[in-house]
Nanobody, 123 residues
Framework: QVQLVESGGGLVQPGGSLRLSCAAS????????MGWYRQAPGKQRELVAT???????NYADSVKVRFTISRDNAKKTVYLQMNSLKPEDTAVYYC?????????????????WGQGTQVTVSS
């Protein structure tokens, strides 16, 4: 019903930048909150940043000032601009969307996850 496809991960040196994108597709009626989470090896998945449909944002303390979340509602896409990257930012980054979809005569609201994109910060 709803698919999220992330792109933009990769290997970057400390202090570098990356921009992640996540595009939603499917039988979407509306998308409320969208966000980015990350999971480092041996650690639990943690929130990085979220953004509402009205463009209000929230960030984890560890990424404030360095990361910027944005979205294009017309394109159903959320972005994460990551600057001044540190080795501790290394993780798989997952996109999340709280979406209302319509299929088979039924409306369904639930959270969806992308497949994840690897970000590695290393010299």
């Amino acid at each position: 019903q709803v698919q999220l496809v992330e792109s933009g991960g990769g290997l970057v040196q400390p202090g570098g930048s990356l921009r992640l994108s996540c595009a939603a597709s499917g039988t979407i009626v509306s998308i409320n909150n969208m966000g980015w989470y990350r999971q480092a090896p041996g650690k639990q998945r943690e929130l990085v940043a979220t953004i509402t449909s009205g463009l209000s944002t929230n960030y984890a303390d560890s990424v404030k000032v360095r990361f910027t979340i944005s979205r294009d509602n017309a394109k159903k896409t959320v972005y994460l601009q990551m600057n001044s990257l540190k080795p501790e930012d290394t993780a798989v980054y997952y996109c999340n969307a709280d979406a209302l979809s319509y299929s088979g005569g039924l409306y369904r609201r639930q959270g969806y996850w992308g497949q994840g994109t690897q970000v590695t910060v290393s010299s």
